[in-house]
C-alpha cells in the first residue's frame, strides 16, 4: 500500500472469524480496491492458559462487565464472567481455537 488515503467499505472474514487472512475492500481516488491481507508470516504465537486465566503465565484473564458507575459487577441484573486474552499479551488464539463453556 502507498501513502494515498484509502475509504474502507468492508473488511471479509471466514465464517469462524479466527483466520489471519483477510479481504479489505473500498475505494481510493473514487476508484475501487481490493487487498488481500495475510498475517500468517507474522508467526505469531499461539496464546495459552485458556483453562487457567489470571494466573501469570497464562495469555487469559477473567473479566466481568460492569456500567462503571458503582462498585457492583451486576449489568442488566446479572452478573456474568468471561474469560478474555489479556491486553498485554502479544499472541493468536489459533484458527482452531475452541473457546471453552462453561
Known sequence: MT?????????????NSTSTSFLLYGTRDSAAVMYHLDFEPLHQKTCTGVFGPDSVSSDYETWTPTDGRTTEHCLL??????VRRKQTSECFNGEKFDRPIS
Open 3 to 15: 501513502g494515498e488515503s484509502l475509504e474502507v467499505d468492508n473488511i471479509v472474514t471466514g465464517p
Open 77 to 82: 441484573g446479572r452478573e456474568i464472567t468471561y
